[in-house]
């Protein structure tokens, strides 16, 4: 079952714009980690982050993890048309050895 | 970096036919493995896990008998979905559990005419 919701469903952007993404979840977690899917490709690894860490940066990504409110947030900044992506968080529930629980996901659109 | 990979990336096969689809960890071993199944602007559902010589075990509501799933290698997973139908068609993704994260297949596109 699904236990990520994420906001917004879809995002449309000009580059050079930063798209933010926020994610909730319900139960307790080892990690939130975050994917990308271009359209018909598997997932790309983004960023994880514990559960005892806050915020995680990597290159242009910005991580942040809200344990209290069950929340994470992806920050792209400076986006690019190459960002075009489908964006999912996954959590990593501290009940359910090694299943990830994925997000609904954010449709990100960057145009030039 | 850890690379799995999925073939085939898409097949077309008849109803009543069984199609294989197979999920390989390149350069590490994956004791464990995942298998996922995605309908079009969805997100990702888990379908089962694999375990290298063991049963798998599937999530709630995923037939066993349709899907089944052999874990033969530490390298090797492999899904077939058996007697497909139309409403099988889907994006079938997997993913190998290693050391630090996940690391999914590129998917396999599934229709059944």
């Known amino acids: 079952s699904q236990q990520g919701e994420e906001d917004p469903q879809a995002l449309s952007i000009q580059e050079g714009e930063n798209a933010t993404m926020n994610c909730s979840y319900k139960?307790?977690?080892?990690?939130l980690q975050w994917y990308r899917q271009n359209s018909g490709r598997g997932l790309v690894h983004l960023i994880l982050i514990r559960s005892n860490e806050r915020e995680k940066h990597s290159g242009r990504l910005r991580v942040t993890l809200d344990t209290s409110k069950k929340s994470s947030s992806l920050l792209i900044t400076a986006s690019r048309a190459a960002d075009t992506a489908s964006y999912f968080c996954a959590t990593a529930p501290t009940d359910s050895w090694g299943k990830l629980q994925f997000g609904a996901g954010t449709q990100v659109v960057v145009t030039p | 970096g850890a690379v799995v990979s999925q073939h085939p990336s898409w097949v077309i096969c008849k109803s009543g036919t069984s199609v294989k689809i197979e999920c390989r960890s390149l350069?590490?071993?994956?004791?464990?493995m995942f298998w996922y199944r995605q309908f079009p602007k969805q997100s990702l559902m888990l379908m089962a896990t694999s375990n290298e010589g063991s049963k798998a075990t599937y999530e709630q509501g995923v037939e066993k008998d349709k899907f089944l799933i052999n874990h033969a290698s530490l390298t090797l997973s492999t899904l077939t979905v058996t007697s497909a139908h139309p409403e099988d068609s889907s994006f079938y993704i997997c993913s190998a559990r290693g050391i630090q994260s996940y690391t999914f297949g590129s998917g396999t596109r599934l229709t059944v005419v």
């Open positions: 139960t307790s977690i080892n990690n």
């Open positions: 350069d590490f071993q994956a004791t464990t």
